[in-house]
């Protein structure tokens, strides 16, 4: 309980901060800007005649956070490093995990704010058509859950560095690896050149958030891909706190 | 109320802090001081859990900050050196937040922001942005924060650092006001203000304790502490040292003219010594004097001449050790 009131507090206070700087007000009308122009220009929603938002909408998504969620999680720790309230909030009675967490959950939570915001193009496509909304809500999660993931990684990221420059850097790069893990060409490539069977592939493909992601867009809430975004999530907090212990220890 | 035993810290081949320990119990004003890199501020942040000792043991209150961390750290207030505050939001805000984690809610919480905002003087800034404060408000604003929830315990490093003369007065008055009724650690190297404010005094040295007693006791090291400074009219320095090395009790007699009168010094040979001043009126006996003045002793050349001999050596060492 008081882990939670913990937890509360600093979720609360790292949400103000987007909103009291311009970064959240960039961040949404970019992201909404993007997702419109894709879904209707590039994707040609309107010429496909098809009332479903996978292939059109959804698709795009693992692109997008390439370069937004590291934006939205570059300052997570770099900055309180960089201003030295690092010092001040570990010093508080609280424990590092529940101050990571909590960071995390409040820009978890903006993102999801941002991916509520689409909801137009929900609204369009049930203007026009008879979708499936029940595949169009498991996508919305499996979008949510691949932004955590994303997320996660800018975490250990911004962890490592005082530089927000850095951390952008290098979690577009970590991210980039998500993705390509799982993207065709890289898939034709790597079953050319490995001629030991599938196994290699299989294994590098599913480290890819695409082949995740894949499921959600069909409507499938398949457990192994929950529990996959989950554990990335748990795993690169977990790293987080190993780096934040390291850099006091030494 | 905090108990520090044989803390070391060991930062790659450095020791930063090396086998320090000390107690400060409630009531007690703990002034330390060193110079710049001494370990003052490792120091500091062992004793708040920031950083994990490499070796030794804190107890706040009982509880190991290593061991027990959060009973320990709710005892605790803590200013850091640089007095970092959240740039992106208001003072209110920030201190709401602190409030907050320390656990106040409600009513309580809105006394306590209340309470510190009139101690530290933050009512015309109280919601203004972090980022735009001058760095005196800053201050003043982490420090709130750290008196927000009443520690028991409060451990300031350089509360006064980049506060006008005003604002270090009535910091260290808030301190010693404090003091009655807490347990005090500060740091500083701003010697006036072990007087102003401190009931004891660490000097602390590359990592080791080298004085620890009482504001008069560490002056009481020094060769001015019992030295009797005389105001001579109608006599030349010549015949006033002549006059005044006759005296057995003084090691060193210095006399400069100055107008038309010659002011002379009589350091005692052994520090404090009382009956100098009593030899010093029975030598001078006959001789216009204006001014007597015995001296209490100088805090700044205790600190000079126990911090800077070793700095001395190191250099000289460091000198030797590029030559072989």
Known sequence: MNS???????????????FTSPVAYVFIVIFLLLNGFFTFMVGRFFENGQASLSGPFFMWHPWFYLFLVPAVGMRLWSEERRVGTLELLLTMPIAPWEAIVGKFLASWLFLGLALVLTFPVVITVNYLGSPDNGVI??????????????????????????SQVVSFIISVVACLFLILAGFPPVINLLQNLTHHGQWLVDVVTSFSVITHFEGFQKGVLDSRDIIFFLSVIGFSLFTTSVILRTHRTS | MIKVENLTKIFGAKRAVNGVS??????????????????????????????????????????????????????????????????????????????????LRGDAKKAAVNRVVDLCFLESVLHQNVDTLSKGYRHRTCFAQSIIHDPDILVLDEPTDGLDPNQKHEIRQLIRKMGEKKAIIFSTHILEEVDAACTRAIIIDRGVIVANGTPEELRRKSEWAGAVTLRILGMNPGAVQEKLNQIRAAKKVTATANGSAVIATVFPRSAGDGDLTRDVIAATNGWQIVEVRTEEGRLDEVFYNITMPDTKAADRSAKAGSQG
């Open chain 1, 4 to 18: 939670f009131g913990n937890i509360k507090t600093i979720a609360k206070r790292e949400l103000g901060a987007y």
């Open chain 1, 137 to 162: 809500f498991a996508a919305y999660v499996g979008s949510w859950l691949m932004a955590g993931a994303y997320l996660a990684v800018s975490c250990i990221t911004s962890a490592i560095t005082r």
């Open chain 2, 22 to 103: 000390f107690s400060v119990e409630r009531g007690e004003v703990l002034g330390f001081l060193g110079p710049n890199g001494a370990g003052k501020s490792t120091t500091m942040r062992m004793l708040t859990g920031f950083l994990p000792p490499s070796s030794g043991r804190v107890t706040v209150g009982g509880y190991d900050i290593v061991e027990q961390p959060i009973p320990a750290k709710k005892l605790l207030g803590y200013l850091p050196e640089s007095a970092p505050a959240y740039t992106d939001m208001t003072v209110h805000g920030f201190l709401n937040f602190t409030a907050e984690i320390r656990g």
